[in-house]
């Protein structure tokens, strides 16, 4: 099959961050007469080009994150390289990305994973492998991770709440994952679960969640196998942060953010496609597929247009949202035929 | 005493209720000025909200005052029924004009669209339609002109609660603990209600 591949984006090409500012305060100031309005530490960041990917200071304002990474997965991420992934627009500040989650599981506050997953324990961490695959049974994370060279993908990431952010991820293609457990041809969809933890994870504690836990998602094979399909396990040259879904998650740039699941300890290939939580705890609001599609309205949320984090009081920094979230390229192949007002 | 107790009760409420108006300025200085402030990625929701919740708060306590009054015997309460149902309206508006200002942009185009194919938002907006006439005939020139039928009208203000609580209810996305926090609570104060109703309804076939 010919895939048109898309022209991958050299980090020199991304706007730094003196310019990007610059702009901004001017488009501020012009418009408002208020030329300082950032928030502290939440000024657009941008990635210098010139500093590897290891290297912290390639990414402003970026931090050391948990020190409950064990060295050997602090080694490996310090080990990735840039790929052609990388979308052409400014970062969305380390801030914000690692204070700015849904990850109810942790809180339902935007601010409550951070606080309440500081401490949350990934190592010793093991995955089930399970399902219509020739290889199946329990790996260690860093048997997962051991044939895997992690590469970063700057990705846009689009919430179903009709925000938006851009990050600089560091993972490996899930494509590269799933082959190695020689799934058969009887796996026609692939699922995946959150750990489940109530001590660790007050929200499944609560009585009142409308989500049943664990979190379940699901993606069929050919949407996993997809080149797009990013198995993260760390953002801003860091280890992935807990309340980002250490220690590892999916990252499917196309799709609404819930579809990228966090902190993942199953894998099981299917022949029937699976229910995921949110399909299931409100199947008229949210469907199977949920791809970035700015025609079809959530009920709560038009899909029109997004706003783009960080946003300030006075400009929503509002774009227009774009069909699978300007991926279209490199997905919309794997929806032709299909109503996608349906098959939301 | 009770006279003085009295003259201080108004301008204390009055001050109090501004208070959240006031730290939420504050904030929005910080964040405009680039201060540390709390207001986070997404201040124009988080101002919105804040507003929402004190809406609902004040409509509460209003209707906390009457059952509050009679179960303490504390009389002067009364006074500040008004007060308290007027910051209700006023955090209501101020939610909406934010709402209007901060997330739509004054896209007035799109406000008819987002009630129409929103139900929260037209619960919510339905809500606020119905406290306007109560605000408009809070004063005592009105009361006196009503007579019976201010009583009638302002009895509104319980499905305005009840829509009030809808709208939470329905733009909850995942914990549903906190609306079901101000249900109980609203359950409770017209339960009051409720058995005062029935004992003076046996009260008068006794008579």
Known sequence: MLIKKPDGFKPSEITPEAVYLQRRAFIRGAGLGLGAMLLPGMGMAAID??????????????????????????????????????????????????????????????????ENASDFRTDPWQVEIAGQAEITGSFNLEDILKPHDLEERIYRLRCVEAWSMVVPWIGFPLADLIKRFKPTSKAKYVRFETLFDPKQMPGQRSRFAALDYPYREGLRIDEAMNELAFVGVGLYGNAMPPQNGAPLRLVLPWKYGFKSIKSIVKIEFLERRPVSSWECSNPKEYGFYANVNPQVSHPRWSQASERRLPTSLFAPNRRPTLMFNGYGDEVAHLYAGMNLRNDY | MTTRSASILKPLVFCASLMPVVYLLWQVYLTVSGQTNVLGADPAKTVVQFNGEWALRFMLLTLAVTPLRLLLGWVELARVRRMLGLFAFGYALTHFGTYLALILEFEFSELGAEILKRPFILVGFAALCCLVPLALTSNHLMMRLMKRRWRLLHQLVYPIAMLQIIHLFWLTRSDYAEPIAYSVVFALLMAYRFIRWRQRQSGMAQA
């Open chain 1, 49 to 114: 080009a010139n500093v590897p990917v290891r290297d912290i200071t390639r990414y402003t304002g970026a931090r050391q994150a948990s020190t409950l990474v064990p060295d050997w997965l602090h080694k490996k991420v310090s080990q990735a390289q840039p790929s052609r992934h990388l979308a052409q627009e400014a970062v969305t500040p380390w801030d914000i990305v690692t204070t700015y989650n849904n990850y109810y599981e942790f809180g339902t506050d935007k601010g409550d994973p951070a």
